[in-house]
């Protein structure tokens, strides 16, 4: 069973808007990612927030850590159609490798 | 600096033929991965090294993919015999380690009929 995984499958905005894409997990971690992946590249880190973290910022994107709750959120304002992608969370639960979700599929509509 | 590089980009592979799958790290990086990924199971690890060293075997993938990491500057991923459902994307990346963001290569497409 996956230890970390995105809420929803796919979401599609129209470029402008603000989206959110949600991530729980089941044990205790140190440290989440969030990974985007466009088609036909491999992922690229967007941010990393550790445990003792609760939010980060990376321009246009700001990702939250609950640790209470076990959830995480990354949050895309006025987005563009290269923001197309598949947004990942990845979680490190102490032994340095990461478990990756299964992802969800942002479409960006001009 | 150069990324992780991957190599071939795309393998056509007959059942049961052995494949060899290549990644060269970024240098000085000190933690290797292979992936694999598709669009059922998502990311699965495959191997993972620290220092050359294999600290992750991969569970169930230990039957027919074997990884090895001959020196820091690269890395193999053996598949055999290959079968049908081997068909995937195969990632590597690379990390300095503690925590570390992860680089992805562009990945290798592998079908196998």
């Known amino acids: 069973s996956q230890l970390a995984e995105e809420n929803s499958w796919a979401l599609s905005v129209h470029e402008g808007e603000s989206v959110t894409v949600n991530c729980s997990y089941k044990?205790?971690?140190?440290?989440l990612q969030w990974y985007r992946q466009k088609s036909g590249k491999g992922p690229a880190q967007l941010i990393l927030i550790r445990s003792n973290e609760r939010e980060k910022r990376n321009g246009r994107l700001r990702a939250t850590l609950d640790t209470s709750s076990q959830s995480s959120s990354l949050s895309i304002t006025a987005t563009r159609c290269e923001d197309t992608a598949v947004y990942f969370c990845?979680?490190?639960?102490?032994?340095?490798?990461?478990?990756f979700g299964a992802g969800t599929r942002l479409k960006v509509i001009a | 600096d150069a990324g992780v590089t991957q190599t071939p980009r795309h393998e056509v592979a007959e059942k049961g033929q052995t494949i060899i799958l290549k990644c060269e790290p970024v240098?000085?990086?000190?933690?290797l991965f292979w992936y694999r990924q598709t669009k059922i199971q998502g990311l699965e690890l495959l191997s993972y090294?620290?220092?050359?060293?294999?600290?992750?075997d991969g569970g169930a993938f230990k039957d027919r993919f074997k990884a090895e990491m001959l020196n820091s500057s690269f890395s193999t991923l053996k598949i055999q015999p290959t079968e049908p459902k081997d068909s995937a994307v195969y990632l590597c990346a690379s990390s300095p380690g503690n925590q570390d963001t992860q680089y992805f290569g562009p990945g290798t497409r592998l079908l196998v009929l």
């Open positions: 044990t205790s971690i140190t440290a």
């Open positions: 990845a979680t490190d639960t102490g032994n340095y490798k990461y478990v």
């Open positions: 240098s000085g990086h000190n933690d």
């Open positions: 090294f620290r220092s050359k060293s294999l600290m992750e």
